[in-house]
């Protein structure tokens, strides 16, 4: 079962250690990637939790979908699987 979520709106200014505290509050978080531009190296706003079971993950999702943490509203929900992989995808433009 899917474990993985999507956070998107997320504040310029939040960082790994913040959504380990936010979502470790439904359970164990098995990692934190926040998505970085490879041009800017600036964040892009969105990020991606692992939860260690998926009924935390689902938790999760309900509870914090539409919750303000930083001044943003969180845009919570599962993430999407990718056709390709990440580190052998072309880069988009």
């Known amino acids: 079962m899917n474990k993985r979520i ?15 505290g936010l979502f470790g509050t439904y359970g164990e978080v098995e990692f934190v990637k926040i998505v970085i531009d490879q041009m800017t190296g600036r964040k892009k706003g969105f990020a991606f939790i692992e939860m260690k079971e998926a009924s935390d993950a689902e938790a999760a999702i309900t509870s914090l979908d539409g919750r303000e943490f ?15 992989s990440p580190r052998t995808a072309a880069p988009r433009y």
């Open 70 to 84: 930083m001044d943003r509203e969180l845009r919570v929900s599962w993430a999407k699987q990718s056709e390709r």
């Open 6 to 20: 999507y956070v998107g709106n997320l504040s310029f200014q939040a960082n790994d250690e913040n959504l380990f």
